[in-house]
């Protein structure tokens, strides 16, 4: 009996998500005896005409992470989509946009021109740009071009499922190994994860007051925070919004969740959620007074959608172009 | 057809025409015709009047015929006939919930001009009501139980009378008055009209049994502070004021008052409109109820401060003796009631006549109030029934009475106060009666409607009381002439307008028919029970037709002229009504509540205590040992500010969930 | 579409105050811009952002909210959250590219039917004079780049013609 076939691929991402495959350390091995892994950019070497020659749905699962930012990750996305018989969208930027989905403030030629031309890095007199194409005797070489908007996968291709997570941990991604592996398969378009959200994993939430009343906001580095809920601290935590499943990682090391697990299944919008709980929750009631305490969430765009601007209810700041 | 219609769901629309309310400017067939192409329609009516019984009867049959499982009838207001057409779907053997109703006659056809507009809009919002009642589930109605007593707020003739009828039918009442006796305006006028009985020996009566009667619970001087609770299950915080007389113990003998330090009345006398004296230790007149007295502590020498104090001989402790009613030492007190219905009867000011002053109040000594009048022509009111003018012995000999003082008047108040034109006829009559004066009447329109009321303005007439129509410019003592008998003189400056010239006509007194406004304190009476008060600060019925006495708290009522100027007639028909509304309530025994109350998904709840303190009600609460937060639902009033909070979307709101409500947006806006 | 442009607010009223005061213009048979779809809620404390926001993105030129005036409102503070809300929602939306006065807060008691009638005359002339919002059609705009594309992979052609010959638009060779 042959093993099921499965791919891995990255688009718009980091490689974070590349390392917690790598994290599953031993597991891997036995993931590794019972799949045949057709494609793995970041460890082996396949070729395109490969995927391409293989027949349609001849992938058992393709985990493919990152956000689809270029011509060639959807390019990508398309033919993975049509080899195999599941796509899942594997860490934040491929459910949610991630934080290349940020990029969804900016039109293409700003960032363009920034990344190229205006960065203090860039020696004066050396600013280029990314050609899509050359042809020198003869022959042509091209690059992918870089899309307008960011996109979450399922923005581009249908997707089956969804793995959380900026990087999915170790656990998730074994849970959605196994439940593949054994046929024991949720409802399509299932995110892997449980269903409600972060803090009923969070060791702070006995610290929780009854009674919020929020005079002030803090970031981060403006606080030198306690062991208790960052939010009875003023500090923003999206866990209330956030979907669990992560084991709190990042509330047990000290930093407030920042969302990357994405909304719970009832939730359209993660930032406009997480904005009604907190702002519900303020002690003022005077405009003005209510503008003071806000000033301490300067960048709620950044806040309430740092992993989840592309898959928001906007997506995209408005205004911008469609072309450049 | 070729519909999408991925469920079971069969939807039944009706358009009702409501005559030509709708019809005339919305295409109900277009609206019905449209209606019909989308999914999970499978019925689409117009028709004449779906309210009405055949429309109601068509409801029922088609649900039947037609196996309906969802209805949708746009036509008026939900907040008028929701509950008549869940009624008639629940008579055609569905849950009364699996209905949504439009609005196409208030919000559209009503306010819009263009009928193509009109039309247009009554598409996209039966589009949403179609979208939405397909989210729609099956609820239940909760029954909760109401408490059988009843809280009167207000002891003025309203108060009196719906206490009564409550009280008479075997509830228990609580009557709230802020003054130290009940009777309120009434008390303080003379003869009532048309009949030109006494007020006294008509309210006096009615003021002493409520001191008697077993079922009534006077709180005189206090006032309620707060209220808690929902219909049926009301508690209610009132405050006692100190009137330092202990009321159980005082007979109303008034021992006090005849032996106090004061000889000789020396203070004003609220209830005499400052014509009369009283002395520190009072009672407000001589029917008051309770009949006990109070201790005014702005005037009484105990109270004041340094020699003051000393000059106190407590003489009235002493005349009081054994009964020991008196203590100075009395404080506030708060007494916590619950009851399950509510009758407001907080009544009505009269305008103040100084924010006229073209008419010269405050400024001529013989300009007077109408209320002023009253107290001066009543047998127990500070002349004896004298009328003299504030030099304390002169009669009048000519008299003018203006109409309409702080009444339709876009400076002042636009409304017609409706019982001005009446009393001052009244007040012509009794004057002339007293004094045999020349009297004038001068009035914008003469408004006489109600029982026997046309035929007192003819006998007016034939007693020569003399009427002018025309607005007054001007009250002025400045004589232009000695001929003209001015000098000394008031000179009333009018337009008639019937002689068509400009009148100066020179009187000894000049009365002011002030009109009726809402309390100044309206406005806080109102954020206490949760009303609403109309533009001009009167409380705000539920309906102006169909729930008169009604307010959009259910349990609360209002009655009297707290809600709008009205005779005493009125008052006591809407005192009589609202507390017919009460019982009914009461004697029903059960309230049943919109089911409209949210609910946490436990399992789905991840306790972030995020929804604990939005709730004003506190039917959030933690679960300490599943920690997680659990919605009292019987304490749950359904504003759905905790939906909207929770940030993992783990409440729910019935009838209006997220699905329902996204389903809306989506239908309000789906391109053609 | 077809004929002129009409601007489409969408409306959630409260039911105790601006529901009952849009009711009672239509009792006094004010006329007023038939450009509102009223949605309504029990308080404005129910409006969620994210009905505002689905609202602007499935079509709607702007959102207007009516609720109790401070002190007033029928449930004690509904208001004040929906205000607290609305004040950065408010903020976030102009950062998200939206003018802020596509979102409007009008604090409307049950006997205010005029005011009904003028906010909503008011926000008519406003936003006709903004113009067309229109995400739904920018959604539609932004995802033509990814046409071509579907198409060929679609049909298998992907392997045949270079990538970046389905680019959107050729970057500028050297600037």
Known sequence: ?324 | ?672 | MSEQWQPRIVAFFCNWCTYTAADLAGVSRLKYAANTRVIRLMCSGRVDPQFILDALAKGADAVLIGGCHPFDCHYAEGNYKCLRRFQLLKRMLKDMGIEEQRVRLEWISAAEGEKVKRVINEMTETIRALGPLGIPQKFAAWDQEMEAFAAHVEAGEALKTPCSAHAPQQEPAHV
Not at chain 1, 11 to 29: F, H, K, Q
Not at chain 2, 476 to 486: G, P, Q
Not at chain 2, 655 to 665: A, M, P, R
Request: glycine residues 8%; hydrophobic residues 35%; charged residues 25%.
């Open chain 1, 1 to 324: 009996m042959s093993k099921p076939k499965v791919a891995f691929y990255w688009c718009a991402s980091c490689g974070g998500c590349e390392e917690t495959v790598v994290d599953l350390a031993e597991d891997i091995l036995g993931v590794v005896e019972k799949v045949d892994i057709v494609l793995w950019p970041v460890a082996m070497d396949f070729k395109y005409k490969d995927i391409e020659a293989m027949p349609d749905k001849s992938i058992t699962a393709t985990f493919l992470n990152g956000a689809i930012r270029m011509t060639e990750q959807e390019e990508m996305a398309r033919l993975l989509r049509r080899k195999s018989v599941y796509l899942i969208a594997y860490g934040s930027c491929a459910h949610l946009g991630g934080i290349p989905g940020l990029a969804n403030q900016f039109p293409r030629e700003q960032i363009l021109k920034f990344n190229y031309e205006d960065a203090p890095t860039i020696p004066k007199g050396e600013q280029t740009r990314p050609l899509t194409a050359f042809t020198e005797e003869g022959r042509t070489t091209t690059l992918p071009a870089l899309h307008n908007v960011v996109r979450t996968l399922d923005q581009v291709v249908d997707v089956d499922y969804y793995v959380p997570g900026c990087p999915p941990t170790p656990k998730i991604t074994r849970a959605a190994v196994d439940a593949l592996l054994s046929g024991k398969l949720p409802p399509k378009g299932s995110v892997i994860a449980p269903d409600h959200a972060l803090c009923d994993e969070c060791s702070r939430k006995d610290t929780k007051p009854d009674k919020w009343d929020f005079v002030e906001f803090k970031r981060p580095h403006q606080k030198l925070m306690d062991e208790k809920c960052f939010l009875a601290q003023g500090v923003v935590c999206m866990g209330p919004a956030t979907r669990a499943g992560c084991d709190a990682v990042c509330t047990e090391g000290g930093m407030p969740c920042t969302g990357c697990f994405g909304p719970t299944s009832r939730v359209r919008d993660q930032g406009a959620k997480i904005l009604s709980s907190l702002c519900s929750n303020l002690a003022a009631k005077e405009e003005d007074e209510i503008e003071a305490t806000l000033a301490g969430i300067p960048d709620p765009v950044g806040t309430f959608y740092r992993y989840g601007l592309a898959k928001s209810i906007l997506r995209r700041k408005i205004n911008l172009p469609a072309k450049s």
């Open chain 2, 1 to 672: 057809m070729d519909k999408p219609s991925k469920s079971n769901i069969r939807i039944g629309f009706y358009v009702c025409h409501c005559g030509s309310n709708i019809a005339a400017m919305v295409d109900c067939p277009a609206v019905a015709k449209y209606v019909e192409t989308l999914p999970n329609v499978v019925l689409s009516r117009d028709y004449k009047y779906m309210c009405s019984d055949p429309g109601q009867e068509l409801i029922q049959k088609d649900i039947a015929e037609f196996k309906l499982n969802r209805v949708v009838v746009a036509s008026c207001s939900p907040l008028l006939h929701e509950h008549t057409f869940r009624g008639a779907v629940e008579a055609g053997g569905l849950n009364p919930f699996f209905f949504q109703m439009v609005n196409i006659r208030e919000h559209d056809s009503w306010v819009h001009t263009d009928k193509a507009e009109a039309t247009a809009k009554a598409k996209e919002l039966a589009r949403a009501a179609v979208l939405r009642v397909a989210q729609h589930k099956a609820l239940e109605v909760k029954k909760v139980p109401i408490h059988p007593d009843a809280l009167v707020v207000g002891g003025g003739i309203a108060g009196i009378h719906a206490a009564m009828t409550l009280a008479n039918a075997g509830k228990k009442v609580f009557l709230v008055e802020r003054e130290p006796s009940i009777g309120g305006h009434m008390a303080k006028f003379d003869k009532t009209f048309p009949t030109l009985d006494c007020a006294a020996c008509i309210l006096t009566p009615k003021m002493s049994a409520v001191g008697t009667h077993p079922n009534i619970t006077l709180l005189s001087y206090s006032e309620v502070t707060k209220l808690d609770g929902y219909v049926g299950n009301y508690t209610v915080t009132v405050k006692r004021k100190p009137r330092y007389i202990i009321e159980d113990k005082c007979t109303g003998c008034q021992d006090c008052i005849v032996n106090c330090v004061y000889k000789e009345p020396k203070f004003r006398d609220e209830f005499n409109e400052g014509l009369g004296k009283r002395k520190p230790v009072y009672i407000p007149f001589p029917q008051a109820t309770p009949q006990v007295v109070a201790i005014d502590p702005k005037t009484c020498l105990n109270f004041r401060n340094g020699e003051l104090t000393n000059k106190c001989k407590k003489s009235c402790v002493t005349a009081c003796g054994e009964k020991q009613a008196i203590d100075f030492n009395q404080q506030e007190t708060f007494l916590d009631l619950k009851v399950g219905t509510i009758i407001i009867t907080t009544g009505f000011q009269t305008f103040d006549a100084k924010r006229m002053p073209q008419y010269g109040y405050g400024k001529y000594p013989n300009v007077y109030t109408a209320l002023e009048i009253e107290r001066l022509v009543n047998t127990s009111g500070p002349t004896g029934g004298h009328v003299v003018m504030r030099d304390g012995k002169t009669e009048p000999k000519s008299i003018g009475i203006i109409h309409c003082v702080g009444s339709r008047d876009k400076k002042t108040n636009r409304w017609c106060s409706r019982v001005c034109c009446m009393y001052s006829m009244k007040l012509a009559h009794l004057l002339k009666e007293h004094t045999g004066a020349e009297v004038y009447s001068f009035y914008i329109d003469m408004r006489t409607p109600g029982k026997g009321y046309e035929e007192f303005y003819d006998k007016l007439l034939e007693e020569g009381v003399h009427f002018i129509r025309g607005r007054v410019g001007e009250v002025t003592d400045w004589a232009m002439s000695k001929e003209e008998m001015e000098e000394g003189k008031l000179i009333i400056r009018v337009e008639d307008t019937l002689a068509g010239y400009v009148r100066r006509i020179p009187f000894d007194m000049v009365v002011l028919a002030t009109g009726m406004e809402a309390q100044s304190d309206a406005q806080d009476v109102r954020r206490l029970f949760n009303m609403s008060c109309g533009s001009e600060g009167f409380f705000l019925e539920r309906h102006p037709k169909l729930a008169p006495v009604s307010t959009f708290t259910e349990g609360i009522f209002i009655a009297g002229a707290c809600q709008g100027p009205r005779d005493i007639p009125d008052t006591v028909a809407q005192a009589g009504a609202a507390a017919a509304e009460a019982l009914a309530l009461i004697d029903k025994g059960h309230i049943e509540q919109e089911p409209n109350t949210a609910y946490i998904i436990e399992e789905e709840c991840c306790g972030c205590k995020s929804c604990l303190p939005l709730c004003p009600y506190t039917a959030i609460t933690f679960d300490t040992g599943k920690k997680k937060a659990v919605i009292n639902e019987a304490l749950c009033k359904g504003c759905g500010t905790c939906v909207a909070a929770c940030p993992s979307g783990s409440i729910v709101q019935n009838l209006f969930d997220d699905d329902e409500i996204f389903s809306e947006i989506q239908g309000v806006l789906a391109h053609e």
